[in-house]
């Protein structure tokens, strides 16, 4: 009797074990993309962006797989996220690709990636030469048209830098030489501004918290001024109601003092005109008395 063979679920590994960047600039450099390109599409929930992972492209043969550095997929849900990339269950490959070369990848990332994202369909392949190990511009943005890839000139507006431009991201990439090495931005040309590092958002959310709260202690100190201010000017004003009510009090006392002034005038004038009036009666009476004795 013949023994059927059952077949299992194939397995797709995450992981193989190999150091994430071979360089800390390449490390840097792919968080920064990874890390910046999600801030700029975190209000868009149709763009999915992730590095550093195995993309499988033919079911059933987890061998042929690549794991391209940085990668952005538009048209996809952002959520859930994907341990891999299968381009058969996800309906399609990415639509940008970032590789971070040196001279140890060159001959995958300029021949067989090259070769296998022009054939999947992914519509912008960028390499970046981080420590410019081999390369003679440290950018390099192949862009597909029809089914093959065209290589896109880069700008030079010094000698320090060198500028690709994405029509995919609506970004221009741009790497800069620095004392230190190469950096590596992205540009948004809409608000003139570099997309910041985890570092640089980082610092800025610190400086911007620090304003935040100085701000809150200046308009705490406004508050008690003002809350002082309109304490003094009540007492003033209950100072100068008690002190006008005094000056009536006052006033009210003046006139009563007037009155009785003038009363005690009246009566000192009836009291003169009642003596004046007595010492006529008196004179009077002397006079008739004088009159009837011989």
Not at 4 to 22: F, I, L, N, W
Not at 62 to 88: C, E, H, L, M, N
Not at 171 to 198: C, H, K, M, N
Request: proline letters at 6%.
């Amino acid at each position: 009797m013949p023994v059927t063979q059952t077949r299992g679920p194939v397995h797709y590994p995450c992981s193989d074990g190999k150091p994430m960047a071979e360089t800390p600039e390449h490390l840097e450099a792919m968080i920064y993309l990874i890390a910046a390109l999600q801030a700029y599409f975190a209000h868009r929930e149709d763009v999915y962006v992730a590095g550093n992972q195995f993309m499988y492209w033919i079911e059933g043969n987890p061998s042929q797989r690549v794991a391209p550095d940085v990668y952005v997929v538009f048209g996809v849900p952002k959520t859930p996220p994907r341990p891999t990339w299968k381009v058969w269950e996800e309906g399609k490959a990415p639509d940008v690709i970032f590789e971070l070369t040196s001279r140890s990848t060159a001959g995958e990332d300029l021949d067989r990636k090259y070769r296998l994202y022009q054939r999947l369909g992914v519509k912008e392949y960028i390499m970046i030469d981080v420590t410019r190990e081999y390369l003679i511009e440290p950018i390099l943005l192949h862009r597909l048209v029809g089914r093959e890839y065209q290589q896109v000139p880069n700008e030079r507006p010094n000698d320090r830098e060198w500028w690709a431009n994405s029509e995919q991201l609506g970004l221009r990439v741009v790497v800069r030489a620095e004392d230190t090495g190469y950096l590596v931005r992205l540009w948004d040309p809409v608000q003139q501004t570099f997309l910041p590092s985890i570092r640089e958002a980082t610092e800025e959310f610190i400086r911007v918290y620090e304003q935040l709260e100085q701000a809150r202690q200046r308009e705490a100190e406004a508050r008690r001024q003002a809350v002082e201010l309109q304490r003094r000017a009540e007492e003033e004003a209950r100072r100068a109601q008690e002190e006008a009510r005094r000056a009536e009090e006052e006033a009210r006392r003046a006139q009563e003092e007037a009155r009785r002034a003038e009363e005690e005038a009246r009566k000192r004038a009836e009291l003169e005109a009642r003596l004046r009036e007595m010492e006529e009666e008196l004179r009077r009476l002397k006079g008739d008395g004088k009159s009837k004795n011989p």
